[in-house]
């Protein structure tokens, strides 16, 4: 274990930095930051490093959100988060593996920059009101309010329930086998009948540019998907702290989905196919509470 505060914490930091960026990238960015205000803080005024460096960063993760709000407005079709290769501890902490599933995330898109700081902090991070108060430039009491109205938001629009590691994979195998043999009735059996699909493609490879609904035309999409690709690698990896799936068409990375699974069938699915967001993929980010 290191002596250093900012190491010993790094990778607390990036995830608070990434729940409340949906950016791998730009998490990177605030915690390069925050090591610079570290290096330049004077330590023996410090009596909490934690809660000292988590305020920095999650002042700094603020002024990132704020500057990349028009930068997200102008965005090519639906902007999903960075998606993230993760280790089983991750999935096994079903708390944090929630909060970072790309389903959560892309509800805490919908929120104002302060309440998403508020409600990463206090409901994933245990940090108290008051330390939160500091970080965000409100009252306690302001806090206080502002935590509520973020809940109901997200309650409303989170996924109804959590399933298994388990659970995840047998649904998710059943939809891969049949996507690959073209079997309709497969499909039809594993999508429930509102499953929502939303794909980003970022301008940069195809996809659809807003979300489509509904089991048949879902199903109508994808059918053809075995004629199409005839050549085509698929395996599941944990991504975001659940089982996704990782398409590689003549061996060439181009699509991973992650899925929501409610009462054994697919909810929802989220296809990245933007190519400047795939690159973490290919190695394990560590997230920590």
Known sequence: MTDD?????????FTVAYEMLGSAADADDVVQETWLRWAEADRSVVRDPRAYLVRI????????????????ED?????????????????????????VSIAMLTVLETLAPTER?????????????????????????????????????????????????????????RFLAALTAGDVQGLLDVLAPDVVVVADGGGLAPAALRPF???????????????????????TPLV??????????????????????EGGRITRMYAMRNPQKLGRLDEVAELRR
């Open 5 to 13: 505060p900012f190491l010993a914490h790094r990778s607390l930091l």
């Open 57 to 72: 960063v999650t002042r700094q993760a603020l002024n990132r959100l704020r500057t990349v709000a028009r930068r997200r």
């Open 75 to 99: 965005y090519v079709g639906e902007w999903l988060p960075e998606p993230l290769l993760t280790s089983p501890d991750v999935a096994e902490d079903v708390e944090l593996a929630e909060s």
């Open 117 to 173: 700081a508020v409600l990463v902090l206090h409901e994933v991070f245990d940090v108290p009101y008051d330390e939160i108060a500091e970080a965000v430039g409100k009252s306690g009491a302001a806090v206080r309010q502002i935590a509520h109205r973020a809940r109901g938001h997200v309650a409303a629009r989170r996924p109804r329930m959590v399933v298994s590691r388990a659970e995840q994979q047998q649904v998710v195998d």
């Open 213 to 235: 609904t509904g089991r048949a035309r879902v199903v109508n999409a994808l059918s053809r998907f075995a004629e199409l690709v005839p050549r085509v690698e698929i395996t």
């Open 240 to 261: 975001n702290g659940a089982v996704a799936a990782r398409i590689d068409p003549g061996g060439e990375f181009d699509t991973a989905i992650t899925f929501v699974v």
